[in-house]
């Protein structure tokens, strides 16, 4: 089950907030984590067991840590052991390709918030949650819980106790839930049309391979941001208040600056519990360079075991260690416009070796976008795709600028007139549901992570 699907809309979400709301305040967390529970295994019937033996797991694990505050070694094979398991059984079904093993839903998202309860109780930041209930709908809430973001739980472990619902609150969150829902549904599910038509062509032109990765670069964006949104805004209207997890990246003038908007969840769980244990930049240059390799190959293994993944993150890691320690005082200098499309470009290959199948795919694909090839430089298809959907392209790249999140601030804080934003806002509800009654073409693409 999905967000964007018309049996969570209209069966299962009137379903859930019916018994949040009617039931005595006391029953909310048992509501949401039922709910969870049957979310998860909607998709996912038999994996639906790992997730609950990560749950019962890593609780146990933070119980006995906490039970050996006054013995440092004990805690320290406590933490060992979580660290262990948890990334070894991730590794058994991202990486283990001979055991032919599909890949549970979610399980890179869970276990991230498992292990950063663990690693968080074990320096002492939280105490260990005792009742097994709440710590198994921190783990398992379903707005949060297919794909991120990745929620800490030293940052929602006063909400679980206790947490209020407003009818500001709730409204913010249906507004910000319709605003994802419409990303992913308007704007993604429609340029994703367009890069699986090019991709899947025989042959792709050269202006064909620029326009279907310009289409990806639109389609990985509102599919991700599109699903945060909806995630939370759906915690919002429960009470609960979660951080951002995108903020405008394709307006980011440096690579630097693309990942402090990009995943921002993911970005900041390596910062906090890969980047900085490793001593970050506390150990001298060449040790800073060492880190940040070691980071975002992880990133990039992270999002998959192809190499065209690891690639990726280390494309990375190197124009940051550039920026960082060579094009510092170069990029500062030039104009805004220039670092702007200088991120854009950068971003822009970066996602073939994302979307692509394997490295030399990538390559391939590359090859395409820079040379002519037997399908030459643009053919009708490269046309089709441009002109006929002109009005497509124009309002994506809206969406992508300050511009557009400007609008909505405006839209949201206004008081006099209400109800036309209301009308707006399920104007677009009801596009959405319309564009899902008459398109079975819905995919979501962070399920393959």
Request: glycine fraction near 6%.
């Amino acid at each position: 089950m999905v967000f964007s699907s018309l049996t969570f809309l209209f069966v299962f979400l009137p379903v859930v907030f019916a018994a949040y709301f009617l039931l005595p305040k006391s029953f909310r967390n048992y509501v949401l984590l039922a709910a969870s529970l049957f979310f998860y295994a909607w998709g996912e019937p038999v994996y639906i067991i790992l997730m609950v033996l990560s749950i019962l797991f890593n609780y146990a694990v933070g119980c006995e840590m906490e039970s050996k505050d006054d013995n440092p070694a004990a805690r320290k094979k406590c933490l060992i052991f979580a660290l262990a398991v948890n990334i070894g059984l991730l590794a058994l079904f991202k990486y283990c390709f001979f055991l032919h093993l599909a890949l549970p839903i979610g399980i890179s998202f869970y276990t991230f918030q498992a292990l950063s309860y663990v690693i968080d109780l074990y320096i002492g930041k939280i105490k260990a949650q005792k009742n097994l209930f709440t710590f198994a709908l921190y783990i398992c809430m379903f707005p949060q819980l297919i794909a991120g973001p990745i929620v800490r739980y030293i940052d929602v472990e006063k909400q679980l106790k206790n947490r209020t619902v407003t009818f500001e609150g709730f409204g913010a969150g249906a507004r910000l839930f319709i605003i994802g829902l419409a990303k992913k549904v308007l704007l993604a599910n429609a340029v994703g049309r367009i890069f699986a038509e090019i991709t899947s062509a025989p042959a792709v032109a050269s202006a064909s391979a620029w326009v279907g990765a310009i289409a990806y670069m639109l389609q990985i964006y509102f599919d991700f941001s599109g699903y945060s949104d909806m995630a939370i805004g759906l915690g919002r209207m429960f009470g609960f208040k979660f951080n951002i997890n995108f903020d405008m990246p394709y307006t980011a003038k440096s690579i630097t600056d693309f990942w402090r908007r990009w995943h921002i969840s993911l970005s900041t769980w390596f910062k906090e519990y890969v980047y900085i244990p490793l001593g970050g930049n506390r150990k001298g240059v060449p040790r800073q360079m060492l880190n940040l390799l070691i980071v975002w190959a992880l990133t990039g293994i992270w999002h998959g075991a192809g190499l065209n993944f690891l690639f990726w993150g280390l494309y990375y890691a190197v124009f940051l260690i550039l920026e960082k320690f060579v094009l510092a005082r170069f990029l500062e200098k030039i104009p805004a416009l220039f670092r702007h499309l200088y991120s854009l470009f950068i971003v822009l290959i970066g996602w073939v070796f994302f979307f692509s199948e394997s490295l030399p795919a990538a390559f391939s694909y590359l090859k395409s976008m820079f040379t002519t090839g037997a399908a030459g430089f643009a053919t009708a298809m490269t046309g089709s795709s441009v002109f006929y959907h002109w009005l497509l392209w124009i309002v994506c790249i809206f969406a992508c600028t300050t511009f557009a999140r400007s609008l909505r601030t405006r839209l949201d804080k206004t008081r006099r007139r209400a109800w036309i934003v209301n009308i707006i806002y399920l104007a677009a509800f009801f596009l959405c549901i319309a564009a899902l009654v008459g398109d079975s073409y819905n995919p979501f693409l962070y399920f393959r992570f």
